[in-house]
């Protein structure tokens, strides 16, 4: 089995805490369904998460999603023609501005390497998100010991690449190490454990498209949500 299985309790409740999370952010906003609403993924690989997105009730053809992997979009594909998918880079995504009511990029920043691709990438997915539309950034803030090929990604980074967005932040994740050996052989373990600050290796960005254009008074702020709160 390989070590990202869903069928590996620890990757299963890594999953599980995020989706909570994901939902609490959801219904702060004041979402609570999802018929009818666009939703658009930066790097969505296979399309689990856009998948999901019609498990808890969006339409098919609502969803879109872009990756430069052409193995993953045809997975994606096969198991869901109806969504709107295309293979290439997300600094360029081919969608008409203001036609999404929900943009996210989970772990795609992260393997990212160059600053001026990751401000297009967030330039692009600011402009397909409506105004008052969201934007979920979700990535690592801390190195992985065991891939030199991603690297952490920080509030001030996310703060950098969507600078008119207002943000929620949230850490969360226990370090996906500690959460399988936990899974294998203590799943009750992964809520203790990831209460600690110290073990939470991953952050979610819940940040929002302006209704209006800002001006110098109305500039955004961040606020940094640690512990129990919902972002």
Known sequence: MSRYSILEMGNLQIIQERERLLVRALRRHGILSLEGLRMFE????????????????????????IDL??????????????????????????EP???????????????VPDESVSRRIGAEMFRITRPGGLILVYDM??????????????????????????ARVRHLTLAPPVARQAGRYAPFLYGPLAAIPLLRTHTLHVLQRPALPLT???????SEVAGGGAP
């Not at 930066?42 to 999603?65: F, S």
């Not at 193995?71 to 995504?93: H, K, N, V």
């Not at 501005?97 to 393997?111: G, K, P, Q, R, V």
């Not at 110098?216 to 961040?222: K, T």
């Open 42 to 65: 930066a790097g969505c690989a296979g399309g689990y998460n856009l998948r999901l997105m019609v498990q808890w009730g969006g339409r098919p053809e609502d969803q879109g999603g």
């Open 69 to 94: 992997s052409e193995d993953s979009i045809a997975y994606c594909r096969s198991r869901s023609p109806e969504m709107r998918l295309y293979t290439g880079s997300a600094e360029s995504i081919p």
């Open 97 to 111: 501005d203001e036609s999404y009511d929900l943009s996210f990029a989970f772990t795609l920043f992260s393997s």
């Open 141 to 166: 803030r801390r190195k992985s010991p065991g891939n030199s090929a991603v690297h952490p990604v920080s509030t001030e980074d996310v703060r950098r690449w969507f600078p008119k967005c207002p």
């Open 216 to 222: 110098r008074e109305m500039a955004p702020v961040a």
